[in-house]
C-alpha cells in the first residue's frame, strides 16, 4: 500500500469519525503509542484518537486497514530507532512562530504524541522513566502553541526553538527506552543458544578465542550488539566476577588483569547507549565503572561528563569535575556549559570560553560548523590538535552542546 494511499485513506477516515483529527496529529499519536510502557489494542485507542466513527460500507471499513497500516509503519520506525518528525512538521528559520500558529503540522503533530502518552500511568514509574517522560514532554509542549514556545523558549527564542527541535529525537529515544525496553535485555532461550552456537564454539574459555570475540562486539555500535554483551557479562558474573568477588576489589578493578575484559564491555554497553540516545542509562553504567575504577584509566569521564549535561544532572557533573581536577578539553568545555547555564553570557562563563579556545583554537570552528573534521580519525591525538576535538566529539561532545539552549550561538560570539 503507497504513502499517498494510506495518507487518502487515513484522512477520510477521520472524516467519518467524531473528533475528526488531522493528519498530523494522528501520526504523531501513533508514534506517541509507540513510547508506552503496555501495548493498546486498537479498541483502546480508537476511541481516544477519533471518538466514535460512522462506517457505512466496505470501502470506508478498508480505510481501517489503511490505519492499521500506518500504526505498524510507525511501530517499525520505534523498533529501528527512526524518530525523526514528518518533513512537513519543520521549523521557520527566519520566524518560529510561523511554524506554530493552529492548525500546522508541527503543533499538531507534538499534541498528537502528547495525547497518546496521557495513556501512560505515572505511579508506576520509576525515577528515570519519569524524567524521561518529563524531558520528552516539556519539548512537545513547547512546539503546541505560540504561548507555550514564548514560555519556554525565552532571550534568543529563535536559535532556542531550532536547538530544541534538533533535540527532540534524542528525548524520543530515551523515553522509549526507559519506559519500553531498560527492564528488558535479558536473553531468551533461543538468543542464549543462538549467541552459543555462533561465537561459543568448542572451547570457550580459551583466551585466544575470548579475545577474537572481544574484538567483534567491542567493534558493533548498533544495538543488537547488547545481546552479545550481555551474554559474556552474565558468563563472566557467573564465573570469576562474583558479586562477592566486585565487593572485595571495587575501587582497583582496573589493576585487576582478569577483569579488563569486563570492563571494557561494560564501558563499550554505556557508549553504545549513549551513541542511540539513551544517555540516562549510559550514565549509570558510567558511574559504576568509575566506582570500580575511581583512577578511570579507560576515560569513562569523558563520556560520562556529556551525559550528565544532556541529562541536567549539574550537581553530579560539578562533583565529577572535582574529582578530575584535569585541564582537559572535555573538562574546561563542561565547565564552560556549566557556567553558561548557571551564569548566562557572563564573565564565570566567557572565561571558560577563552580558555576553550586557548586550548584548542580549533575547538569553537569545528562546534560551530566553520571546520570540518576529516571522516577517519587515527587512534591518537595531540593536545590542541583537531583529532582533540574528534575526541571531544566522539563522546557526545557536539549532543551535549546542542542540549543547552543557544550554547552553540553564545559560543561562537566573539
Known amino acids: 500500500m503507497s504513502p499517498a494511499k494510506i495518507r487518502s485513506d487515513v484522512i477520510k477516515l477521520s472524516e467519518l469519525s467524531t473528533k475528526k483529527p488531522d493528519y498530523y496529529f494522528i501520526q504523531g499519536y501513533l508514534m506517541g503509542l509507540g513510547v508506552l510502557p503496555q501495548l493498546l489494542v486498537p479498541s483502546e485507542w480508537h476511541p481516544d484518537l477519533f471518538g466514535e466513527f460512522n462506517i457505512q460500507n466496505e470501502t470506508e471499513l478498508k480505510y481501517l486497514e489503511s490505519l492499521m497500516a500506518l500504526y505498524n509503519q510507525s511501530m517499525d520506525k520505534v523498533i529501528q530507532n527512526e524518530l525523526k518528525m514528518p518533513t512537513k512538521c519543520s521549523l521557520s528559520k527566519q520566524d518560529y512562530r510561523d511554524s ?34 518529563n524531558n520528552l514532554s516539556s519539548v512537545l509542549k513547547a512546539f503546541s502553541s505560540e504561548k507555550a514556545a514564548a514560555k519556554e523558549f525565552g532571550e534568543f527564542a529563535q536559535y532556542n526553538a531550532q536547538e530544541y527541535k534538533r533535540n527532540y529525537v534524542y528525548f524520543m529515544a530515551d523515553a522509549i527506552f526507559e519506559l519500553r525496553f531498560s527492564n528488558d535485555l535479558t536473553l531468551s532461550d533461543d538468543d542464549e543458544a543462538e549467541f552459543n552456537s555462533t561465537f561459543l564454539d568448542e572451547e570457550p574459555n580459551e583466551l585466544d578465542e575470548l579475545d577474537e570475540l572481544l574484538e567483534l562486539v567491542l567493534a558493533d555500535t548498533e544495538l543488537k550488539a547488547l545481546k552479545p554483551i550481555q551474554m559474556l557479562l552474565d558468563i563472566m558474573e557467573s564465573g570469576l566476577i562474583t558479586k562477592q568477588f566486585i565487593k572485595d576489589n571495587t575501587g582497583h578493578f582496573w589493576g585487576l588483569h582478569e577483569t579488563r575484559p569486563y570492563m571494557m564491555l561494560r564501558a563499550h554497553r554505556a557508549k553504545i547507549h549513549a551513541l542511540h540516545g539513551y544517555t540516562q542509562k549510559a550514565q549509570s ?17 569523558f563520556l560520562l561528563m556529556n551525559c550528565l549535561i544532556i541529562n541536567k544532572q549539574w550537581e553530579k ?98
Not at 553504567?285 to 569521564?301: F, G, I, T, V, W
Open 100 to 133: 506554530l500558529k493552529p492548525n500546522m503540522p508541527l503543533p499538531s503533530y507534538c499534541k498528537g504524541v502528547l495525547q497518546a502518552l496521557k495513556n501512560i500511568d505515572k505511579r508506576m514509574l520509576d525515577a528515570g522513566q519519569k524524567q524521561s517522560l
Open 285 to 301: 553504567e558510567l558511574e559504576e565503572l568509575l566506582k570500580l575504577n575511581p583512577n578511570d584509566n579507560q576515560a569513562n569521564r
Open 317 to 414: 557533573l560539578e562533583a565529577l569535575l572535582t574529582d578530575f581536577d584535569f585541564q582537559e578539553l572535555h573538562a574546561t568545555a563542561s565547565r564552560a556549559l556549566s557556567a553558561f547555564v548557571m551564569h548566562g553570557d557572563s564573565k564565570p562563563a566567557n572565561e571558560y570560553k577563552k580558555m576553550l579556545q586557548q586550548q584548542n583554537k580549533h575547538f569553537t570552528k569545528i562546534l560551530t560548523g566553520q571546520e570540518k573534521l576529516k571522516e577517519q580519525q587515527p587512534p591518537y591525538f595531540s593536545p590542541g590538535s583537531k583529532e582533540e576535538v574528534g575526541v571531544y566529539l566522539d563522546s557526545l561532545g557536539k549532543q551535549a552542546w546542542i542540549s543547552v539552549p543557544a550554547s552553540l550561538f553564545w559560543l561562537r560570539k566573539k
